[in-house]
């Protein structure tokens, strides 16, 4: 399979009936965030934005992976797979990884400015929601840096906000790769370079917000994703690389003495992330663009956008899997649903003992993927972690009030809505683990009620029957 670029991204998905084309103007001040807003709430189309006010010549993709449907297209799979399928896929392609090639001439590099010339507002960075705290220039792209004491390089999707035309401000949590080398470059009093690519490749994006473990190179993961390796090309300016068919590349250092106010911006939780804080500053001193630039934006709020899938089903799911599949927990599933807003993990597992979910929460919120979780659910191997129907009864009926329900003080997320301002500033918080599984002692005659379905009440050979004749019955 061709790894596909943004373009080729775009043309894919208008064949699979994924993308609409907008060719009236729209205006970048909310008008295009409404739309795109609207789109990912209805869980419908990418659009493509080829008139824009103010700014003839440039085009906006919205809501370039806010499906599964489009990360299945990004991998050249069937759009049409199931969940569990596009899932399966992800996990074992991120697990087989392809190192990137360089070339020496680059799409990304058609046009260059440095210096005094570099001006930011020459791109049409929407006002995604109202309410912002200002234009969001990088909302689909990820930030390149380089550990100043390995060398190791990362890319990481941290939302970027522009604040004049050479500088831009952004929220770089601690808990982030980015945030773990920026401290290390304070500690040296010196900047950190960066180079930013706004609009590469899909699966590039994608990786880039996977919160894959440290020292696991996200282009790797990347080549892996599209089974084809990243092309990359030196950045102009800073000593760090980028892939050579991003759409806009903005190179520079983040400095470590100042923070400008930052924020609020809509998040992945479904709600404004608040309030306006000083956060970290990027100073631009260098651009380089692809003719006719396409800028990319993610539209983060109400499921179902980026947010919740790139990161949360399959980032934060694939991370979560890793996790109990290396201490050797028998799960049969592990998902993260769209609609719990990467806040909530379902685990299905084959139980052994009990207190197993006890066990898979401390394994799970202990991860580097399952740390900013709040929910985990616990389910057994008779339910498909995939059918949230089957899940919501499994809780609701084999969830003790008592003995199934566990809560403890953690690490609390800045961005978890249900906390008051001041834990969210002083990261107090909690985890909730629902154990929706019967006690191993129980007697399955006796104790353990027998499940009144089709497939758990009749005898195999009246179903098979039943099956066979179906349509004899009269249904479709
Ligand atoms: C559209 C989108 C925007 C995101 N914005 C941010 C952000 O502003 N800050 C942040 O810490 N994580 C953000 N994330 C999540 C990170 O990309 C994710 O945690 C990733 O693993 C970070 O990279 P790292 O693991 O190398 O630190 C975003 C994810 C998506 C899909």
Known sequence: MALLDNRQFTKALKQTGDLVEVNREVDWDCEIGAIVRRACEMEGPATLFNSIRDYPGHRIFGGPVSTLRRAAVAMGIQPTASTKEIFDQFYQ??????????????PCQEN??????????????????????????????FVVTKDPETGW????MYRVMVHNERHMGGIILATSDAGKMKLKYERMGKPMPFAIAIGPEPVCAISAAVPLPANIDEVDVAGGLAQEPV???????????VPANSEIVLEGEILHDVEVEEGPFGEYTGYRS?????RAVYRVN??????????VISNMGMPVDEGQICYGTLGVGSGVRQALEAAGIPITGVFVPPYGAGNLIIVGTRKPYNHIATQISQIVFGSRAGMPANFLIVVDDTTDVYNIGKVLHALATKC??????MTFPAWGNPLAPFLSLRERATGRGGRIVLDCTWPVEWDP????PVKSSFADIYPKELQEKVLRDWHVYGFE
Do not use: S
């Open 93 to 106: 392609r991120m697990q087989n990884p392809i190192p990137p090639v360089l070339v020496a001439e680059a």
């Open 112 to 141: 260059v400015v440095v210096g005094d010339a570099v001006d930011l507002t020459m791109f049409p960075a929407p006002m995604v929601h109202d309410g912002d705290g200002g234009r969001y220039l990088c909302t689909w792209h």
């Open 153 to 156: 390089v990362n890319w990481g």
């Open 231 to 241: 092309r990359l090309v030196r950045c102009k300016t800073v000593d760090l690389e």
């Open 274 to 278: 608040g309030p306006r804080a000083p």
């Open 286 to 295: 260098c651009i380089t663009w692809r003719n006719n630039p396409i800028t």
């Open 400 to 405: 003790h009030w008592r003995d199934g329900v």
């Open 445 to 448: 005659e006796a104790e353990k």
